[in-house]
């Protein structure tokens, strides 16, 4: 079953798959039974030319995931086209590390050369960084909320829902970063 064969697709005004599709078209892509852990065979049995294991996945993968990596793409997008960001970051190359306290999803932002060149989901923490690490703690919907621009990041950290670890001019670096791409006040 491709994505052709979806509900969804060919419908004006429809760009994804639901999850009911992509629930579907795991449960016909695999002869066992799908499970928040990972694959289960049916009865044990292997079939010919097809290997699965019974594994737990290091992370299991959700609309959510991408919808909040997409978030970060386009905020990507936002601060690289915009001139005054440019200025603001010049000679300031960070590694921006969000963890998402609920779900355990990280990703690295990586500041170098005027622009947010990298933006890359994390398996592990990186503080080898040291004093070039800015480190972004709060529940994934917070993090998604603030890179939308629909949460304020300083009013989030006065709610206290975000932890920010880092040197207190990042700090001040990153308020006035938010001001001039969500144009806040």
């Known amino acids: ?15 994804r798959t639901t ?4 629930s579907n078209l795991l449960r ?18 292997q079939q010919p030319g097809k290997q ?4 737990r996945p290091e992370r299991v993968w959700t609309l959510n995931d991408l919808d909040y990596e997409e978030t ?22 960070r590694t921006i590390l969000l963890s998402a306290t609920d779900t ?13 060149a990298e933006v890359r989901k994390t398996l592990r923490m ?16 917070v993090l998604r909320q603030i890179f ?12 206290g829902a975000l932890a920010i670890f880092s040197e207190e001019r990042d700090k001040v670096k990153l308020e006035a970063l938010a001001m001039v791409i969500w144009r806040l006040e």
Request: charged letters at 25%; glycine letters at 10%.
């Open 19 to 22: 999850q009911a599709e992509i």
């Open 1 to 15: 079953m491709s994505y052709s064969n979806c509900k969804s697709a060919g419908k004006p005004g429809t760009n």
């Open 126 to 141: 990186h503080e080898d960084d040291g004093d070039r690490l800015v480190h972004l703690q709060a529940e994934e919907s």
């Open 148 to 159: 939308s621009g629909k949460y304020n990041p300083a009013t989030a950290l006065l709610d």
């Open 72 to 93: 970060l793409r386009n905020f990507q997008h936002l601060f690289n086209d915009n001139p005054k960001v440019r200025k603001l970051v010049k000679d300031w190359e």
């Open 28 to 45: 016909l892509s695999y002869p066992g039974r799908v499970t928040a852990w990972g694959l289960e065979t049916t009865g044990g049995q």
């Open 52 to 55: 699965f294991y019974k594994r």
């Open 104 to 116: 355990g999803s990280k990703y690295s932002l990586l500041v170098k050369g005027e622009k947010l």
